[in-house]
C-alpha cells in the first residue's frame, strides 16, 4: 500500500477554511512536511511540524499532527483564490536514506 | 538568486536519443535528489545523493543514471529515452543533520517529452 495518503481534490469558497489530511505509515519520522505547487512550477516548502508536537501555526495555516493515527492536516483559515494550488503532505523516505516520499497531492479549488 | 536551477526547461526527444539533466544548488546542501512527476502519480523517487561521492537508487531507477559531480552539481541521464520518460523532473536539495532531513528546496523543473 501507499506510505503516504492524500484525497485527491477539495473545493471551498472564497473565505472559508480549507482542511486538506493526509495519513502516513513511517511513525519514525521526525519532521512531517508540507509542500505547495503552483502550476508550472516546482514545489515550495509552505511549513513542517516536529513529530513531538501536535500543533503549529503559522498565519492562516493550522498543522495538526495526531500520531496515534499518523494523521496529519493543514488548515488554511480564511482561503483566498491565491490559495489555489497542489498541496503535497511527505513524510521520511522508508527505503531511502534523507529522501522524503510524497503523497499524489491535493488540488485545492478555490471560487470566488 | 539563490536556490536549485536545472536545465534545459523544457526538450523534446527521440526514442532512443539521449540527454542529461542537469542541477546545480547554491546553498552548500550535503543531499540532492532527482523526482519524476507524473499524472495521478504523485512524485517517485528516482535517484539521491546523500552527500558528495555517493549515490543510490531510488524507486524509479531503470533506464536512468546519475553523477555526483561535485557538492554542487548532480546530473541525470537518459541512456536511450522511451515514451513512457515523458514526464516533468525535478531536482532537489536538502540539508540533513543526523540523518534528518530539514526540508528540500525543489527546481523549477525539466518538462520531458519522448517521442
Known amino acids: 500500500g501507499e506510505d503516504v495518503e492524500q484525497s485527491l481534490f477539495l473545493s471551498v469558497r472564497e473565505g472559508d477554511s480549507s482542511v486538506i489530511n493526509c495519513t502516513y505509515t513511517d511513525s519514525s519520522s521526525t519532521y512531517l512536511y508540507w509542500y505547495k505547487q503552483e502550476p508550472g512550477a516546482g514545489l515550495q516548502l509552505l511549513t513542517y511540524?516536529?513529530?513531538?508536537?501536535d500543533m503549529k501555526q503559522d498565519q492562516r495555516l493550522t498543522v495538526l499532527l495526531n500520531k496515534k493515527d499518523k494523521h496529519l492536516s493543514l488548515r488554511i483559515a480564511d482561503t483566498q483564490t491565491g490559495d489555489s494550488a497542489i498541496y503535497f503532505c511527505?513524510?521520511?523516505?522508508?527505503?531511502?536514506?534523507?529522501?522524503?516520499?510524497f503523497g499524489k497531492g491535493t488540488t485545492l479549488s478555490v471560487s470566488s | 538568486n539563490a536556490g536549485v536551477t536545472q536545465t534545459p526547461k523544457f526538450q523534446v526527444l527521440k526514442t532512443g536519443q539521449s540527454m542529461t539533466l542537469q542541477c546545480a544548488q547554491d546553498?552548500?546542501?550535503?543531499?540532492m535528489y532527482w523526482y519524476r512527476q507524473d499524472p495521478g502519480m504523485g512524485l517517485r523517487l528516482i535517484y539521491y545523493?546523500?552527500?558528495?561521492?555517493?549515490?543510490d537508487k531510488g524507486e524509479v531507477p531503470n533506464g536512468y543514471n546519475v553523477s555526483r559531480l561535485n557538492k554542487r552539481e548532480f546530473s541525470l541521464r537518459l541512456e536511450s529515452a522511451a515514451p513512457s520518460q515523458t514526464s516533468v523532473y525535478f531536482c532537489?536539495?536538502?540539508?540533513?543533520?543526523?540523518?534528518?532531513?530539514?526540508?528540500?528546496?525543489f527546481g523549477s523543473g525539466t518538462r520531458l517529452t519522448v517521442v
Open positions: 511540524i516536529f513529530s513531538n508536537m
Open positions: 532537489a536539495s536538502s540539508e540533513a543533520y543526523g540523518g534528518v532531513n530539514r526540508g528540500y528546496t
Open positions: 545523493s546523500a552527500s558528495e561521492g555517493t549515490t
Open positions: 546553498m552548500n546542501h550535503n543531499s
Open positions: 511527505a513524510d521520511s523516505h522508508p527505503q531511502a536514506g534523507t529522501a522524503l516520499i
